[in-house]
Structure formats: structure tokens, C-alpha cells
């Protein structure tokens, strides 16, 4: 079911019930959610276990079922399904509506974090840190490496030798764009899919 985003002054208008705000039902009251760090779609959200209300924007927002509510009828905003690959919590989510409670609901997103890392080859020296943004992650022999912090999947990385070893030079490839950068990707199919960045030490 397509949501219905109303501005500040339109949801007054319908709790105060001066205007028909294209909800169905006998109340007289919109129920709204906030919607914070949805970054794709597919969140779907219920109301008493109906009403469904599909969250179609990527941005944060101000959501509300389409079924109108009589004053201080209960509510209770669930979670019917999440986008892929991300995690979505609930606040506020329960109550009876009127002017105060409306739009005390909120719904926060984060996406699913994934380990960034891969192989190294060639080092003999000691002194190799890796970078990637504010990260970073001392290596000292060869074989598998990761940062000690997951990333969250979709976010952008780049990964760069921040010092390079004592008496030797290591370059970083591979990845998803093959220059140790490219974007965190989820597949349950392949736990390494993002333990492919290579660096080799010469």
C-alpha cells in the first residue's frame, strides 16, 4: 500500500479533523511514524497488525497510514518486513492516538555491518599499517588480514597503505573496483566477499 506523506500543517489539519485527508475509516485522526537512516526500500510497517503502510523514500521522513482513528483508539506500530541486509528498531510505538501522540512513533535503520579485510603476500618487513578512512590496522606477517571494526554494507570503502614497511614497498589491488576501494557488499552466500583486498610486498 503506497504511503501517504503529509506536511506539518496538512497532519494538524487532519487531527484536528477540519479536513477529509484521503484516509478510510470512521476516525478522524492520521497515525504518523517517523522514519530515520532508511537508505533503500522494502520497510514495511503495520498498524494493529494491518493497515500496511510500504516506506517508498531513502531519506529520513514522516510516514502515516491511510486509516483514519477515533480519538484515543489504541495503536501499535510493528515491523511486517525489513529491507535486505538491514537492521530496523522501533520507539514509541505504542499508546492511544490523539493530538499529543500522533506522531510519537519512530522507526530507526542501520544497515548490517560486514568485515573489511583480505590477503597480504611479500612482507618481510615490519612497520605495515593499513588504512581505510579512520581506521586502521597493523599487519606483520603474511596471510589474512581485517580491520578490527566491521563496516556498514553499502558504505563506500578505499583502503591505502598509511606506512609502509621497513625496506620494502606494498600496493594495494583488488576489492570490487580492483584498487583496494569499492563498496561493502552482504552475500550470504559468500562470507568473504568482502575479504578481497589484496596487498603485495616487494
Excluded: H
Aim: glycine letters at 14%; hydrophobic letters at 35%; a neutral charge.
Amino acid at each position: 500500500m503506497k504511503s501517504k506523506y503529509l506536511s506539518a500543517a496538512a497532519a494538524l489539519l487532519c487531527v484536528a479533523g477540519l479536513a477529509a485527508c484521503g484516509g478510510k475509516g470512521n476516525g478522524s485522526i492520521q497515525l504518523g511514524v517517523n522514519v530515520i537512516g532508511i537508505d533503500r526500500t522494502g520497510l514495511v510497517l503495520q498498524n494493529n497488525g494491518g493497515d500496511d503502510l510500504e516506506i517508498t523514500g531513502t531519506s529520513n521522513a514522516q510516514y502515516f497510514f491511510k486509516t483514519l482513528m477515533a480519538p484515543d483508539a489504541p495503536f501499535s506500530v510493528t515491523i511486517k518486513t525489513t529491507p535486505d541486509n538491514v537492521s530496523c528498531v522501533l520507539a514509541n510505538n505504542t499508546g492511544k492516538i490523539n493530538y499529543y501522540t500522533y506522531l510519537q512513533s519512530t522507526v530507526t535503520c542501520t544497515p548490517d555491518p560486514y568485515p573489511l579485510g583480505g590477503t597480504i603476500s611479500g612482507l618481510t618487513g615490519s612497520g605495515l599499517v593499513l588504512a581505510n578512512g579512520a581506521q586502521t590496522v597493523g599487519v606483520a606477517a603474511n596471510g589474512n588480514w581485517q580491520f578490527g571494526s566491521p563496516i556498514g554494507n553499502g558504505s563506500v570503502y578505499g583502503v591505502t597503505v598509511l606506512s609502509q614497511p621497513t625496506n620494502q614497498t606494498c600496493t594495494v589491488t583488488g576489492g570490487t573496483s580492483g584498487n583496494g576501494s569499492g563498496t561493502i557488499k552482504a552475500d550470504k552466500t559468500n562470507i568473504n566477499v568482502n575479504l578481497t583486498v589484496v596487498v603485495t610486498c616487494k
